[in-house]
């Protein structure tokens, strides 16, 4: 009875839908009343993101399914600032979902995904090493929810991608997994019984700062021996000669990424490619102690990247014999945001049921 209660109330708001199931196909005879079956309806509710990169910045709309229905990138971001960050974004995506057309009232919110630590509890940037931001007080969110006034999810993103790979990607039927997010620098997110581990004030994951060979560069935290140095886009560049400096710059973010991008197609890429994923191969077997998770997902324009890929998984399972742990990541960081909100305000208990009822689409009426 519940079942059906609720079945008929989602139906009402226009969330689910019913089709004819195919009696032949289920070897039933052709008597009685067809069985119905339920589905999720994929255009009753939509979901927007915010992906803050130094890479393809771009913001986005996923129907209920996960599938992206609208995407487009973000010019000339003033990358200096959370709060005008935010608000250029908010701007930018207010853009997009008045011209997709889809009905703002079937929006069940907006996910931010970037390389910060946040606290998606109060919605706060605790400090973003990469962008040089420091606490900002919930002004971030605070400048989408004043553009579009919808509820905002905001995550770091490996953490964006481990939970959206966990419903919609390579880790649908995992539990324990660690993904790692490889671009200009590296940093994790990691799932046990399948939630995110976030140590104390969001700190856990930052494998970026793991000790490894030393080498002639400096880090955001001014050590010469991290893992950003030796297994990122940034020790590419450096690899490569491309730098003309040797500490890390944060004015030059967008050219660490636009000759990343450029660089990871190139020929001359491919060996400094495979020797970055091969220093990583040290601390993918730290976490596989540590934690002994069912897989590691490696994901981001590095971390996907062939090459970087193989040079990875070739180094692991020659010095420790765990090669078949890692699997690539299927979704993108563009995608990852809009799925954070689908996942926060969709697929999860804060589902605002009651908002969605009074805004039903006509169609799904006559069932109530
Ligand atoms: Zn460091």
């Not at 297994?231 to 590419?236: D, I």
Request: with cysteine.
């Amino acid at each position: 009875m519940a079942t059906t209660r609720i079945a008929r109330e989602l139906l009402v708001a226009g969330i689910i839908e019913e089709f004819e199931l195919d009696r032949a196909k289920r070897g039933e005879r052709a008597l009685g009343r067809p069985k119905v079956g339920l589905r999720i309806a994929a255009c009753g509710l939509f979901a927007a993101g915010i992906t803050v990169s130094a890479y393809h910045s771009e913001v986005s709309i996923c129907d209920a399914n996960g599938q992206l229905v609208a995407s487009r990138k973000v010019q000339d971001i003033p990358l200096f600032d959370a709060v005008q960050t935010g608000r250029h974004y908010a701007k930018a995506l207010r853009a997009l979902i008045d011209e997709s057309g889809f009905d703002l009232q079937r929006f069940v919110g907006i996910g931010v995904a970037l390389s910060a630590r946040t606290d998606p509890v109060t919605g706060r940037i605790v400090m973003s090493e990469y962008f040089g931001w420091g606490e900002d007080n919930g002004g971030f969110c605070e400048e989408v929810r004043n553009v579009i006034n919808l509820p905002v999810e905001i995550e770091n993103i490996a953490n964006a991608l481990a939970i959206a790979e966990m419903r919609f990607g390579s880790a649908r039927d995992l539990s324990e997994f660690t993904l790692i997010h490889a671009a200009t620098f590296v940093g994790a997110g990691v799932v046990s019984d399948s939630r995110l581990v976030r140590g104390v004030s969001g700190i856990s994951g930052l494998i970026g700062h793991f000790r490894t060979a030393e080498q002639p560069l400096t880090c955001v935290c001014g050590r010469h021996d991290c893992l950003n140095l030796a297994a990122t886009g940034f020790s590419l560049l450096s690899r490569l000669g491309l730098l003309d400096h040797q500490v890390f710059d944060r004015s030059k973010l967008s050219f660490y990424a636009s000759t990343i991008l450029d660089k990871l197609a190139d020929e001359a890429s491919v060996t400094p490619l495979r020797e970055a994923g091969s220093n990583l191969a040290l601390a993918v077997d730290n976490i596989v102690k540590l934690l002994g998770p069912e897989r590691v997902i490696l994901s981001g324009h590095l971390g996907t990247n062939e090459d970087y890929f193989e040079g990875a998984r070739q180094a692991l399972e020659e010095q420790y014999g765990v090669g078949n742990i890692l699997v690539r990541g299927e979704i993108s960081s563009v995608r990852s945001a809009a799925l954070l909100a689908l996942h926060a305000y969709c697929y999860l208990d804060r589902l605002d049921y009651d908002r969605f009822a009074e805004t039903a689409p006509a169609k799904g009426r006559s069932h109530g």
